[in-house]
């Protein structure tokens, strides 16, 4: 079955600590977007990516960066500049057609906890 | 503000019921999207509009687009338990791929 595989499912970061989300899709699309949700809040945007080595800015990229060496993979780095990453993280992947024109599959999110 | 916005934020039904979800935004947009979210879990697509399209329907869902208000519905229709999620309207209005906070559904059995 394809579809997009996130990991960890829950992840704890210490303090001035550096850590990396995992997203992998076998849906063969070329667009991948990571999100972050905050309680009774929508998605916002952190980085998005059309082809591989070559990925964009969201709403709210500051603290965060990705790679996108593999159209496989979009992994997400939380950096200790990101003050507060406490948050539900969401990949995304669609289609070609216009970056937000299709429809997007999600992964099934990796909780974010600071220890 | 954001650019999508669901109303009513939590909206509670008996199972048999219809129910339906608004979504505003502000800016011009090419399509909107309305995504299920259950509890813990990632987001599932359920209609795609574009902005030259007025009504869509997929099995118990029927969302319609009125342009004029900025403005869509999402109606489902003999609502199950099983359609107890939140329910998110999206846009490409602006730069940008904006969710609104979303409408939390519960469909009491």
């Known amino acids: 079955d394809g579809g997009i595989t996130q990991s960890p499912k829950y992840l704890f970061r210490k303090e001035g600590q550096n850590v990396t989300l995992s997203c992998e899709q076998n849906?063969?699309?070329?667009?991948m977007y990571w999100y972050r949700q905050d309680p009774g809040q929508g998605l916002r945007l952190i980085y998005y990516?059309?082809?591989?080595?070559?990925?964009q800015k969201g709403d709210i990229a500051e603290g965060y960066s990705v790679s996108r060496e593999k159209k496989e993979s979009f992994p997400l780095t939380v950096t200790s500049a990101q003050k507060n990453p406490t948050a539900f993280y969401l990949c995304?992947?669609?289609?070609?057609?216009?970056?937000?024109?299709?429809?997007?599959?999600f992964g099934d999110g990796t909780r974010l906890s600071i220890l | 503000s954001q650019q999508g916005e669901e109303d009513p934020q939590a909206l509670s039904i008996q199972e048999g019921e219809n129910a339906t979800m608004n979504c505003s935004y502000k800016t011009s947009i090419n399509n909107l999207q309305w995504y299920r979210q259950n509890s813990g879990r990632g987001l599932v697509h359920l209609i795609l509009i574009r902005s030259n399209e007025r009504e869509k329907h997929s099995g118990r869902l029927r969302v319609t687009l009125d342009t004029s208000k900025k403005s869509s519905s999402l109606l489902i229709t003999a609502s199950r338990a099983a359609d107890t999620a939140s329910y998110f309207c999206?846009?490409?209005?602006?730069?940008?791929?904006?969710f609104g906070p979303g409408t939390r559904l519960s469909v009491l059995p």
């Open positions: 849906l063969n699309h070329d667009a």
């Open positions: 999206a846009t490409d209005g602006g730069q940008n791929f904006v």
């Open positions: 990516s059309q082809i591989v080595n070559d990925f």
């Open positions: 995304a992947s669609s289609i070609p057609g216009g970056l937000f024109n299709q429809p997007q599959h």
